[in-house]
Protein backbone atom coordinates (compact mmCIF):
# COMPACT_ATOMS: atom_id res chain seq x y z
CA UNK A 1 0.00 0.00 0.00
CA UNK A 2 1.50 3.42 -0.97
CA UNK A 3 2.52 5.95 2.00
CA UNK A 4 0.68 9.16 1.49
CA UNK A 5 3.01 12.44 1.46
CA UNK A 6 3.20 14.67 4.63
CA UNK A 7 2.05 18.22 3.88
CA UNK A 8 4.12 20.70 5.31
CA UNK A 9 3.16 24.71 5.81
CA UNK A 10 5.36 27.65 6.82
CA UNK A 11 4.62 30.93 8.71
CA UNK A 12 7.03 33.49 9.78
CA UNK A 13 7.10 33.52 13.84
CA UNK A 14 5.52 36.65 14.70
CA UNK A 15 1.86 36.77 16.76
CA UNK A 16 0.01 37.91 13.63
CA UNK A 17 1.28 34.76 11.70
CA UNK A 18 0.86 32.75 14.33
CA UNK A 19 -3.00 34.03 14.91
CA UNK A 20 -3.40 33.61 11.14
CA UNK A 21 -2.30 29.93 11.60
CA UNK A 22 -4.58 29.22 13.97
CA UNK A 23 -7.63 31.20 12.32
CA UNK A 24 -7.22 28.77 9.21
CA UNK A 25 -6.06 31.53 6.82
CA UNK A 26 -2.75 29.74 6.35
CA UNK A 27 -4.66 26.42 5.58
CA UNK A 28 -7.75 26.73 2.86
CA UNK A 29 -7.73 22.83 1.92
CA UNK A 30 -10.18 21.36 4.64
CA UNK A 31 -8.03 17.56 4.59
CA UNK A 32 -5.30 19.83 5.30
CA UNK A 33 -6.98 21.52 8.20
CA UNK A 34 -8.04 17.86 9.57
CA UNK A 35 -4.36 16.88 9.37
CA UNK A 36 -2.61 19.80 11.26
CA UNK A 37 -5.92 20.86 13.82
CA UNK A 38 -7.11 17.50 14.45
CA UNK A 39 -4.11 15.06 14.43
CA UNK A 40 -0.87 14.60 15.92
CA UNK A 41 1.70 17.79 14.47
CA UNK A 42 5.70 17.82 14.44
CA UNK A 43 6.78 21.54 14.26
CA UNK A 44 10.31 23.08 13.75
CA UNK A 45 10.68 27.10 14.86
CA UNK A 46 13.69 28.38 13.25
CA UNK A 47 15.70 31.49 13.76
CA UNK A 48 18.96 32.36 11.18
CA UNK A 49 21.00 34.29 14.17
CA UNK A 50 23.85 34.86 11.89
CA UNK A 51 24.33 34.87 7.76
CA UNK A 52 23.66 30.80 7.37
CA UNK A 53 23.39 30.39 10.81
CA UNK A 54 20.79 29.11 12.36
CA UNK A 55 19.00 28.18 16.16
CA UNK A 56 16.42 25.51 16.11
CA UNK A 57 13.82 24.24 18.36
CA UNK A 58 12.30 20.69 17.28
CA UNK A 59 8.85 19.68 19.00
CA UNK A 60 5.41 17.53 18.78
CA UNK A 61 2.00 18.27 20.17
CA UNK A 62 -1.59 16.59 20.03
CA UNK A 63 -2.67 20.30 19.77
CA UNK A 64 -0.67 22.88 17.46
CA UNK A 65 -3.04 25.69 18.39
CA UNK A 66 -2.68 25.21 22.11
CA UNK A 67 1.42 24.80 21.52
CA UNK A 68 1.92 27.63 19.77
CA UNK A 69 -0.21 29.75 22.52
CA UNK A 70 1.94 28.19 25.50
CA UNK A 71 5.35 29.17 23.44
CA UNK A 72 3.73 32.65 23.32
CA UNK A 73 2.70 33.49 26.30
CA UNK A 74 4.58 31.65 28.75
CA UNK A 75 7.71 30.00 27.40
CA UNK A 76 8.60 33.35 26.30
CA UNK A 77 8.24 35.14 29.53
CA UNK A 78 10.47 32.30 31.02
CA UNK A 79 13.26 30.99 28.66
CA UNK A 80 15.57 33.25 27.13
CA UNK A 81 15.71 30.63 23.78
CA UNK A 82 11.85 31.59 23.41
CA UNK A 83 12.07 35.20 24.28
CA UNK A 84 14.92 35.37 21.81
CA UNK A 85 12.62 33.63 18.84
CA UNK A 86 9.31 35.81 19.61
CA UNK A 87 11.99 38.91 19.23
CA UNK A 88 13.57 37.76 15.97
CA UNK A 89 12.54 39.11 12.54
CA UNK A 90 13.94 36.05 10.53
CA UNK A 91 12.44 33.60 12.82
CA UNK A 92 10.21 31.20 10.92
CA UNK A 93 8.00 27.81 11.26
CA UNK A 94 7.14 24.60 9.72
CA UNK A 95 4.22 22.82 10.63
CA UNK A 96 4.56 18.64 9.37
CA UNK A 97 1.19 16.95 9.28
CA UNK A 98 0.59 13.43 7.96
CA UNK A 99 -2.30 10.90 7.31
CA UNK A 100 -0.30 8.25 9.81
CA UNK A 101 1.13 10.67 12.47
CA UNK A 102 0.14 9.16 15.75
CA UNK A 103 1.76 9.76 19.38
CA UNK A 104 4.84 7.18 18.79
CA UNK A 105 5.46 8.40 15.13
CA UNK A 106 5.53 12.20 15.81
CA UNK A 107 7.83 11.59 18.61
CA UNK A 108 10.25 9.29 16.37
CA UNK A 109 9.96 11.81 13.72
CA UNK A 110 11.19 14.45 16.60
CA UNK A 111 13.88 12.54 17.55
CA UNK A 112 15.23 11.97 14.12
CA UNK A 113 14.74 15.92 13.34
CA UNK A 114 16.97 16.99 16.53
CA UNK A 115 19.20 14.10 15.43
CA UNK A 116 19.13 15.51 11.83
CA UNK A 117 19.41 19.09 12.94
CA UNK A 118 22.10 18.29 15.31
CA UNK A 119 24.81 16.93 12.72
CA UNK A 120 23.92 20.12 10.05
CA UNK A 121 26.48 22.62 9.97
CA UNK A 122 24.91 25.92 9.47
CA UNK A 123 22.85 24.85 12.89
CA UNK A 124 24.39 26.42 15.93
CA UNK A 125 21.80 25.81 18.61
CA UNK A 126 18.96 22.95 18.88
CA UNK A 127 17.10 24.47 21.82
CA UNK A 128 14.76 21.57 23.38
CA UNK A 129 16.91 18.75 24.18
CA UNK A 130 15.28 15.63 25.19
CA UNK A 131 15.74 12.11 23.65
CA UNK A 132 11.69 10.61 22.71
CA UNK A 133 13.12 7.17 20.91
CA UNK A 134 10.24 4.79 20.94
CA UNK A 135 9.71 1.23 20.66
CA UNK A 136 7.90 -1.22 18.52
CA UNK A 137 4.22 0.37 17.63
CA UNK A 138 1.81 0.06 14.79
CA UNK A 139 3.03 2.21 12.06
CA UNK A 140 7.18 1.54 13.20
CA UNK A 141 8.38 0.71 9.50
CA UNK A 142 6.63 3.53 7.95
CA UNK A 143 8.99 5.84 9.75
CA UNK A 144 12.13 5.96 7.53
CA UNK A 145 10.03 6.21 4.42
CA UNK A 146 7.63 9.17 6.48
CA UNK A 147 10.69 11.11 7.42
CA UNK A 148 12.64 10.74 3.87
CA UNK A 149 9.60 12.28 2.25
CA UNK A 150 9.38 15.09 5.27
CA UNK A 151 13.20 16.50 4.68
CA UNK A 152 12.89 16.17 0.96
CA UNK A 153 10.31 18.72 1.06
CA UNK A 154 11.87 20.76 3.82
CA UNK A 155 14.93 21.05 1.51
CA UNK A 156 13.01 22.54 -1.21
CA UNK A 157 12.17 25.07 1.38
CA UNK A 158 15.50 25.88 2.68
CA UNK A 159 18.63 24.10 1.25
CA UNK A 160 21.36 25.50 4.26
CA UNK A 161 18.86 24.22 7.00
CA UNK A 162 18.10 21.32 5.33
CA UNK A 163 20.73 19.96 3.38
CA UNK A 164 20.88 16.31 1.28
CA UNK A 165 20.51 13.34 3.50
CA UNK A 166 23.38 11.63 2.38
CA UNK A 167 25.41 14.85 3.69
CA UNK A 168 24.51 14.10 6.96
CA UNK A 169 24.33 10.84 7.50
CA UNK A 170 27.76 10.99 6.77
CA UNK A 171 29.19 12.98 8.75
CA UNK A 172 31.07 12.40 12.11
CA UNK A 173 28.80 14.42 14.08
CA UNK A 174 25.61 12.25 12.92
CA UNK A 175 27.87 9.25 13.90
CA UNK A 176 28.23 10.29 17.06
CA UNK A 177 24.34 11.89 17.61
CA UNK A 178 23.31 11.13 21.11
CA UNK A 179 19.64 10.68 19.52
CA UNK A 180 20.52 7.21 18.16
CA UNK A 181 17.95 4.84 18.25
CA UNK A 182 19.97 2.84 20.17
CA UNK A 183 20.03 -1.30 20.42
CA UNK A 184 18.53 -3.30 23.33
CA UNK A 185 22.24 -3.92 24.25
CA UNK A 186 23.43 -0.21 23.95
CA UNK A 187 19.68 0.87 25.87
CA UNK A 188 19.97 -2.02 28.78
CA UNK A 189 23.71 -0.71 29.12
CA UNK A 190 23.32 3.11 29.55
CA UNK A 191 20.26 1.85 31.94
CA UNK A 192 22.92 -0.22 34.30
CA UNK A 193 25.69 2.15 33.86
CA UNK A 194 22.87 5.20 35.59
CA UNK A 195 22.14 2.81 37.94
CA UNK A 196 25.24 1.70 39.06
CA UNK A 197 26.66 5.64 39.05
CA UNK A 198 23.27 6.84 41.07
CA UNK A 199 23.76 4.47 43.70
CA UNK A 200 27.52 5.20 43.83
CA UNK A 201 26.92 8.78 44.35
CA UNK A 202 23.80 7.65 46.79
CA UNK A 203 26.14 5.86 48.51
CA UNK A 204 28.85 8.61 48.81
CA UNK A 205 31.23 6.22 46.85
CA UNK A 206 34.40 7.58 45.54
CA UNK A 207 36.90 6.43 42.79
CA UNK A 208 34.18 4.48 41.29
CA UNK A 209 35.51 2.69 38.01
CA UNK A 210 32.72 1.19 35.74
CA UNK A 211 34.30 -0.41 32.43
CA UNK A 212 32.33 -0.84 28.88
CA UNK A 213 34.04 -3.13 26.74
CA UNK A 214 33.86 -3.93 23.28
CA UNK A 215 35.35 -4.51 19.84
CA UNK A 216 35.80 -1.77 16.69
CA UNK A 217 32.20 -1.22 15.71
CA UNK A 218 30.30 -2.52 18.84
CA UNK A 219 28.14 0.64 19.51
CA UNK A 220 30.88 2.28 22.23
CA UNK A 221 30.64 5.97 20.84
CA UNK A 222 27.50 5.89 20.24
CA UNK A 223 26.35 4.64 23.88
CA UNK A 224 28.64 7.24 25.77
CA UNK A 225 27.57 10.03 23.38
CA UNK A 226 23.88 8.82 24.76
CA UNK A 227 25.09 8.32 28.52
CA UNK A 228 27.03 11.73 28.56
CA UNK A 229 23.66 13.44 27.02
CA UNK A 230 21.20 11.62 29.72
CA UNK A 231 23.08 12.27 32.30
CA UNK A 232 23.09 16.02 31.58
CA UNK A 233 18.92 15.98 31.30
CA UNK A 234 19.06 14.04 35.07
CA UNK A 235 21.52 16.42 36.23
CA UNK A 236 18.47 19.57 35.35
CA UNK A 237 16.57 21.00 38.07
CA UNK A 238 13.64 19.06 37.24
CA UNK A 239 14.74 15.83 37.13
CA UNK A 240 13.10 12.73 38.54
CA UNK A 241 16.52 11.48 39.69
CA UNK A 242 17.46 13.48 42.69
CA UNK A 243 20.62 11.60 43.42
CA UNK A 244 21.90 12.83 39.74
CA UNK A 245 20.35 15.85 39.95
CA UNK A 246 23.20 18.96 40.06
CA UNK A 247 25.90 17.10 39.47
CA UNK A 248 28.46 17.93 37.03
CA UNK A 249 29.58 15.54 34.05
CA UNK A 250 32.70 15.63 32.02
CA UNK A 251 33.44 13.92 28.59
CA UNK A 252 36.96 13.40 27.85
CA UNK A 253 38.90 12.00 25.04
CA UNK A 254 42.59 11.69 24.19
CA UNK A 255 42.24 12.04 20.79
CA UNK A 256 42.18 14.93 18.64
CA UNK A 257 39.68 14.48 15.85
CA UNK A 258 36.86 12.99 18.55
CA UNK A 259 37.53 15.95 20.24
CA UNK A 260 36.59 17.94 17.76
CA UNK A 261 33.64 16.20 17.18
CA UNK A 262 32.12 15.43 20.76
CA UNK A 263 32.63 19.79 21.29
CA UNK A 264 30.27 20.32 18.40
CA UNK A 265 28.18 17.76 19.44
CA UNK A 266 28.29 19.72 23.66
CA UNK A 267 28.32 22.95 22.23
CA UNK A 268 25.25 22.48 19.84
CA UNK A 269 23.20 21.41 22.72
CA UNK A 270 24.13 23.68 25.21
CA UNK A 271 26.46 21.70 27.14
CA UNK A 272 29.90 23.41 26.71
CA UNK A 273 29.77 26.86 27.03
CA UNK A 274 31.77 29.89 28.03
CA UNK A 275 30.77 28.87 31.49
CA UNK A 276 31.65 25.27 30.77
CA UNK A 277 34.73 25.25 28.64
CA UNK A 278 35.96 22.13 30.14
CA UNK A 279 33.35 19.47 29.62
CA UNK A 280 34.85 18.46 26.98
CA UNK A 281 38.47 17.79 27.10
CA UNK A 282 41.42 16.06 26.95
CA UNK A 283 42.44 14.11 29.88
CA UNK A 284 46.21 15.76 30.45
CA UNK A 285 44.48 18.76 30.43
CA UNK A 286 41.27 17.88 33.20
CA UNK A 287 44.21 15.59 35.47
CA UNK A 288 46.14 19.47 35.39
CA UNK A 289 43.18 21.46 36.18
CA UNK A 290 41.38 19.57 39.21
CA UNK A 291 42.30 18.28 42.20
CA UNK A 292 42.39 15.47 44.13
CA UNK A 293 41.42 17.26 47.32
CA UNK A 294 38.07 18.75 45.18
CA UNK A 295 36.48 15.39 42.95
CA UNK A 296 34.35 15.99 40.74
CA UNK A 297 30.92 13.36 39.80
CA UNK A 298 31.22 11.95 37.04
CA UNK A 299 34.07 11.08 34.29
CA UNK A 300 33.13 9.32 31.01
CA UNK A 301 36.19 8.71 29.05
CA UNK A 302 35.78 7.61 25.65
CA UNK A 303 38.24 5.97 23.73
CA UNK A 304 39.70 4.88 27.19
CA UNK A 305 42.59 2.72 25.53
CA UNK A 306 43.68 5.63 24.65
CA UNK A 307 44.92 7.07 27.74
CA UNK A 308 48.36 7.39 29.00
CA UNK A 309 50.14 4.31 31.10
CA UNK A 310 53.34 6.44 31.34
CA UNK A 311 54.89 9.94 31.74
CA UNK A 312 54.62 12.08 28.99
CA UNK A 313 54.65 15.33 27.60
CA UNK A 314 52.89 17.99 29.90
CA UNK A 315 51.56 14.59 32.15
CA UNK A 316 53.82 14.01 34.52
CA UNK A 317 51.89 10.94 36.34
CA UNK A 318 52.14 7.34 35.99
CA UNK A 319 49.07 6.19 34.85
CA UNK A 320 46.01 8.90 33.20
CA UNK A 321 43.36 6.39 34.28
CA UNK A 322 44.20 6.22 38.04
CA UNK A 323 44.99 9.67 38.11
CA UNK A 324 41.05 10.49 37.15
CA UNK A 325 40.14 7.94 39.46
CA UNK A 326 40.97 9.95 42.12
CA UNK A 327 39.27 13.27 41.02
CA UNK A 328 36.60 11.68 40.74
CA UNK A 329 33.41 9.88 41.93
CA UNK A 330 33.19 7.74 39.32
CA UNK A 331 34.70 7.15 36.57
CA UNK A 332 33.05 5.31 33.00
CA UNK A 333 35.84 3.82 30.81
CA UNK A 334 35.20 2.45 27.38
CA UNK A 335 37.88 0.60 25.81
CA UNK A 336 39.05 -1.52 23.48
CA UNK A 337 42.42 -3.47 24.62
CA UNK A 338 42.68 -4.05 20.68
CA UNK A 339 43.07 -0.50 19.93
CA UNK A 340 45.66 0.68 22.17
CA UNK A 341 48.36 1.72 19.50
CA UNK A 342 51.46 3.30 21.27
CA UNK A 343 54.09 2.12 24.06
CA UNK A 344 52.28 5.19 25.56
CA UNK A 345 48.99 3.40 26.02
CA UNK A 346 50.21 -0.46 26.66
CA UNK A 347 48.86 -1.90 30.12
CA UNK A 348 50.78 -4.58 31.54
CA UNK A 349 48.24 -8.04 30.44
CA UNK A 350 48.22 -8.49 34.80
CA UNK A 351 47.34 -5.15 35.66
CA UNK A 352 44.75 -4.74 32.92
CA UNK A 353 43.20 -8.08 33.80
CA UNK A 354 43.41 -6.89 37.83
CA UNK A 355 41.75 -3.90 36.57
CA UNK A 356 38.87 -5.87 34.76
CA UNK A 357 37.92 -8.71 37.23
CA UNK A 358 36.90 -5.73 40.10
CA UNK A 359 35.30 -4.09 38.32
CA UNK A 360 33.58 -7.35 37.07
CA UNK A 361 33.97 -8.53 40.53
CA UNK A 362 31.78 -5.03 42.02
CA UNK A 363 29.30 -5.95 38.65
CA UNK A 364 30.99 -2.50 37.21
CA UNK A 365 31.70 -4.15 33.91
CA UNK A 366 29.33 -4.48 30.53
CA UNK A 367 30.63 -5.74 27.40
CA UNK A 368 29.27 -5.16 24.12
CA UNK A 369 28.95 -8.21 22.23
CA UNK A 370 27.40 -7.02 18.95
CA UNK A 371 29.28 -6.07 15.99
CA UNK A 372 27.11 -2.58 14.57
CA UNK A 373 29.11 -0.80 12.17
CA UNK A 374 30.45 -3.46 9.48
CA UNK A 375 27.48 -4.58 7.41
CA UNK A 376 28.55 -7.92 6.42
CA UNK A 377 27.48 -11.57 7.41
CA UNK A 378 29.16 -13.44 10.22
CA UNK A 379 30.98 -15.34 8.10
CA UNK A 380 32.66 -12.20 6.62
CA UNK A 381 33.05 -10.33 10.08
CA UNK A 382 34.96 -13.85 11.16
CA UNK A 383 37.40 -14.03 8.32
CA UNK A 384 38.44 -10.24 8.83
CA UNK A 385 38.74 -11.05 12.86
CA UNK A 386 40.42 -14.46 11.80
CA UNK A 387 43.14 -12.73 9.84
CA UNK A 388 43.61 -10.51 12.66
CA UNK A 389 42.97 -12.05 15.73
CA UNK A 390 44.29 -15.71 14.50
CA UNK A 391 46.72 -14.37 11.87
CA UNK A 392 45.25 -16.44 9.43
CA UNK A 393 43.94 -16.39 6.18
CA UNK A 394 41.33 -18.17 5.13
CA UNK A 395 38.96 -18.49 2.09
CA UNK A 396 36.74 -15.07 1.39
CA UNK A 397 32.98 -16.64 2.26
CA UNK A 398 30.37 -15.14 -0.08
CA UNK A 399 28.80 -12.38 1.23
CA UNK A 400 24.89 -12.10 1.24
CA UNK A 401 24.26 -8.70 2.65
CA UNK A 402 26.45 -8.22 -0.37
CA UNK A 403 29.69 -6.76 1.97
CA UNK A 404 32.38 -5.81 -0.95
CA UNK A 405 35.34 -6.90 0.36
CA UNK A 406 38.45 -7.15 -2.60
CA UNK A 407 41.73 -8.28 -2.81
CA UNK A 408 43.72 -5.73 -5.43
CA UNK A 409 47.07 -6.27 -7.46
CA UNK A 410 48.38 -2.87 -7.57
CA UNK A 411 48.04 0.05 -5.08
CA UNK A 412 46.69 2.47 -8.35
CA UNK A 413 43.25 0.37 -9.18
CA UNK A 414 42.35 -0.09 -5.75
CA UNK A 415 43.02 4.23 -5.52
CA UNK A 416 41.05 4.64 -8.74
CA UNK A 417 37.78 2.36 -7.53
CA UNK A 418 37.92 4.22 -3.93
CA UNK A 419 37.67 7.59 -6.14
CA UNK A 420 34.88 5.81 -7.94
CA UNK A 421 33.06 5.05 -4.61
CA UNK A 422 33.78 8.73 -3.30
CA UNK A 423 32.05 10.21 -6.18
CA UNK A 424 29.04 8.09 -5.92
CA UNK A 425 26.25 9.79 -3.70
CA UNK A 426 25.25 6.74 -2.61
CA UNK A 427 28.53 5.07 -1.83
CA UNK A 428 29.44 8.22 0.74
CA UNK A 429 32.98 8.55 2.00
CA UNK A 430 35.55 6.91 1.13
CA UNK A 431 39.08 6.97 1.89
CA UNK A 432 42.58 5.31 1.29
CA UNK A 433 44.33 4.28 4.40
CA UNK A 434 47.69 2.74 4.99
CA UNK A 435 49.89 1.02 8.26
CA UNK A 436 52.30 3.34 9.19
CA UNK A 437 55.09 1.91 7.21
CA UNK A 438 56.49 5.28 5.41
CA UNK A 439 58.01 8.16 7.21
CA UNK A 440 56.12 11.04 7.87
CA UNK A 441 57.29 14.10 10.53
CA UNK A 442 54.45 16.15 11.82
CA UNK A 443 54.60 19.79 11.57
CA UNK A 444 58.13 19.35 9.37
CA UNK A 445 59.08 19.02 5.53
CA UNK A 446 61.25 16.51 4.12
CA UNK A 447 64.22 17.78 2.62
CA UNK A 448 63.80 16.97 -1.46
CA UNK A 449 59.60 16.87 -1.73
CA UNK A 450 56.99 18.72 -0.73
CA UNK A 451 55.34 15.97 1.02
CA UNK A 452 55.54 12.71 3.39
CA UNK A 453 54.61 10.13 0.70
CA UNK A 454 52.89 6.46 0.66
CA UNK A 455 55.10 5.23 -2.26
CA UNK A 456 54.97 1.53 -3.66
CA UNK A 457 56.97 1.22 -6.69
CA UNK A 458 56.10 4.67 -9.43
CA UNK A 459 52.41 5.24 -7.34
CA UNK A 460 52.82 7.59 -4.47
CA UNK A 461 49.82 9.85 -2.46
CA UNK A 462 50.93 11.94 0.34
CA UNK A 463 50.08 11.41 4.22
CA UNK A 464 47.18 12.71 5.83
CA UNK A 465 46.98 16.75 6.89
CA UNK A 466 49.66 17.91 4.77
CA UNK A 467 47.83 19.23 1.54
CA UNK A 468 47.01 23.12 1.21
CA UNK A 469 43.71 24.47 1.75
CA UNK A 470 42.55 27.86 0.56
CA UNK A 471 41.03 29.90 3.11
CA UNK A 472 37.84 29.15 2.17
CA UNK A 473 38.58 25.47 2.68
CA UNK A 474 40.05 25.90 6.49
CA UNK A 475 36.88 27.98 7.61
CA UNK A 476 34.63 24.85 6.30
CA UNK A 477 37.03 22.62 7.50
CA UNK A 478 37.70 23.48 10.57
CA UNK A 479 35.47 21.74 12.64
CA UNK A 480 35.37 18.40 10.14
CA UNK A 481 37.07 15.32 10.73
CA UNK A 482 39.81 14.13 8.27
CA UNK A 483 37.78 11.89 6.28
CA UNK A 484 34.91 14.65 6.07
CA UNK A 485 37.20 16.86 4.07
CA UNK A 486 37.18 17.06 0.45
CA UNK A 487 40.58 17.23 -0.25
CA UNK A 488 41.16 13.57 1.99
CA UNK A 489 40.28 11.61 -1.03
CA UNK A 490 43.94 12.46 -2.06
CA UNK A 491 45.50 11.47 0.92
CA UNK A 492 46.46 8.25 2.77
CA UNK A 493 44.80 7.74 5.99
CA UNK A 494 46.15 6.53 9.14
CA UNK A 495 45.39 5.00 12.52
CA UNK A 496 45.87 8.96 13.68
CA UNK A 497 43.39 10.41 11.54
CA UNK A 498 40.72 7.49 11.21
CA UNK A 499 40.54 5.82 14.67
CA UNK A 500 37.16 5.80 16.18
CA UNK A 501 35.48 6.65 12.83
CA UNK A 502 34.07 4.81 9.99
CA UNK A 503 33.92 4.88 6.68
CA UNK A 504 31.51 3.45 3.74
CA UNK A 505 34.42 1.89 1.59
CA UNK A 506 38.15 1.51 2.99
CA UNK A 507 41.24 0.68 0.62
CA UNK A 508 43.50 -0.32 2.63
CA UNK A 509 47.36 -0.73 2.27
CA UNK A 510 48.93 -3.42 4.27
CA UNK A 511 52.35 -2.02 3.96
CA UNK A 512 55.88 -4.31 4.65
CA UNK A 513 55.37 -4.47 8.24
CA UNK A 514 52.83 -7.25 7.88
CA UNK A 515 54.21 -10.29 6.04
CA UNK A 516 52.92 -14.08 5.31
CA UNK A 517 55.61 -16.70 6.41
CA UNK A 518 54.67 -20.47 6.51
CA UNK A 519 50.42 -19.88 6.35
CA UNK A 520 50.80 -17.58 9.20
CA UNK A 521 50.65 -13.40 8.90
CA UNK A 522 53.71 -12.01 11.16
CA UNK A 523 54.91 -8.40 12.00
CA UNK A 524 58.17 -7.21 11.12
CA UNK A 525 58.60 -3.99 13.12
CA UNK A 526 62.17 -2.95 11.09
CA UNK A 527 59.64 -2.40 7.97
CA UNK A 528 57.41 -0.04 10.62
CA UNK A 529 57.82 4.16 10.79
CA UNK A 530 55.72 4.11 13.82
CA UNK A 531 57.66 4.68 16.55
CA UNK A 532 55.12 4.41 18.95
CA UNK A 533 54.63 1.01 18.32
CA UNK A 534 57.91 0.02 17.53
CA UNK A 535 60.16 1.41 20.13
CA UNK A 536 60.55 -0.28 23.45
CA UNK A 537 58.50 -0.05 26.96
CA UNK A 538 59.92 1.15 29.71
CA UNK A 539 58.98 -0.14 32.75
CA UNK A 540 58.82 0.61 37.02
CA UNK A 541 61.67 -1.50 37.57
CA UNK A 542 64.01 -0.32 34.42
CA UNK A 543 63.74 -3.23 32.25
CA UNK A 544 62.71 -2.30 28.69
CA UNK A 545 59.70 -4.19 27.14
CA UNK A 546 59.24 -5.17 23.36
CA UNK A 547 55.47 -4.74 22.68
CA UNK A 548 55.72 -4.00 19.06
CA UNK A 549 54.09 -7.22 18.24
CA UNK A 550 50.76 -6.35 19.79
CA UNK A 551 50.59 -2.65 19.16
CA UNK A 552 50.71 -3.40 15.11
CA UNK A 553 48.48 -6.05 15.18
CA UNK A 554 46.73 -3.63 16.59
CA UNK A 555 47.41 -0.89 13.90
CA UNK A 556 46.01 -3.37 11.48
CA UNK A 557 42.67 -4.32 13.80
CA UNK A 558 42.00 -0.72 13.76
CA UNK A 559 42.27 -0.06 9.72
CA UNK A 560 40.64 -3.38 8.85
CA UNK A 561 37.36 -2.18 10.87
CA UNK A 562 36.61 0.94 9.21
CA UNK A 563 34.73 -0.05 6.13
CA UNK A 564 30.91 0.03 6.52
CA UNK A 565 29.96 -1.65 3.28
CA UNK A 566 33.31 -2.45 1.89
CA UNK A 567 37.03 -3.28 2.27
CA UNK A 568 39.61 -3.17 -0.49
CA UNK A 569 43.25 -4.53 0.53
CA UNK A 570 46.24 -4.65 -1.14
CA UNK A 571 49.37 -5.77 0.47
CA UNK A 572 52.76 -4.97 -0.50
CA UNK A 573 54.47 -8.08 0.51
CA UNK A 574 54.21 -9.79 -2.03
CA UNK A 575 53.44 -13.60 -0.13
CA UNK A 576 50.74 -11.56 1.78
CA UNK A 577 49.60 -10.77 -1.85
CA UNK A 578 49.54 -13.40 -3.32
CA UNK A 579 47.76 -15.66 -0.60
CA UNK A 580 44.97 -13.00 -0.23
CA UNK A 581 44.32 -13.42 -3.85
CA UNK A 582 44.16 -17.22 -3.56
CA UNK A 583 41.67 -16.37 -0.64
CA UNK A 584 39.77 -13.88 -2.46
CA UNK A 585 39.14 -16.62 -5.53
CA UNK A 586 38.56 -19.30 -2.70
CA UNK A 587 41.80 -21.36 -3.78
CA UNK A 588 43.42 -21.02 -0.49
CA UNK A 589 44.43 -24.42 1.00
CA UNK A 590 45.65 -24.31 4.46
Given at each position: ME???????E?DY??????N?K?T??I??K???K????Y??V??V?????S?K??????????I?R????H??????T??????????E??K???I???H???S???DI????M?????????VS????????????Y???????V??EIW?????K???L?P?ER??????????????K????QM??R??????V?????RG??G??I?V????G??????M?S?F?E??????K?S??????G?????LV??D??????E???S??????K????IV?K?T???N????DE??DI????????LW?Q??Q??????????????AKV?V????????????Q?W??I?M??KI??A?????????E???R?????????????????R?????????K?????I?D??D???????E??K???S??????????W?Y????????E??W?V?I?D?K?????????????????R???W???A????EVGS?????G??????G?????SV???N????F???????KK?I???G???GEKL??????L??E?N?L?????N?????A???E?RE????????K??N
Amino acid sequence: MEIPKPIIYEVDYTNDDLSNLKTTEKIKSKKDQKLIFNYPTVYIVNDEVDSSKYSVYVGETTDIKRRTSEHLSNDSKTREDWKALLKSERAKMFVIGHEHFNKSLTLDIENRLMQYLSSVEAVVSVNNRRTNPQNDYYTVEELGTVFSEIWRKLQKKNKELFPLERIIRDSAIFKASPFHKLTREQMTAREDIIIKVTEALNRGKEGQLIIVEGEAGSGKTVLMSSLFYELNQLAEKNSENIVIQGTKQYLLVNHDQQLKVYEQIASKLGILSKRNPDIVSKPTRFINKHSEDEKVDIVIVDEAHLLWTQGKQSYRGKNQLDDLLKRAKVVVAVLDRNQILSREQYWDEIEMRNKIHEAAYKKNYIYLENQLRINADEETISWIRGLIDNRRIENIPVDSKKYDLRIFDDPDTMYTKIRERSKNEESGISRILATFDWEYVDKRKPENEDYWYVKIGDWKLPWNLQLPQSKKEKRINRNRAWAEQAQTINEVGSTFTIQGFDLNYAGVIIGPSVKYRNGKIVFDKNESKNKKAIQMRGTENGEKLDVSDFLLKNELNVLLTRGVNGLYIYAVDEELREALKKAGKGKLEN
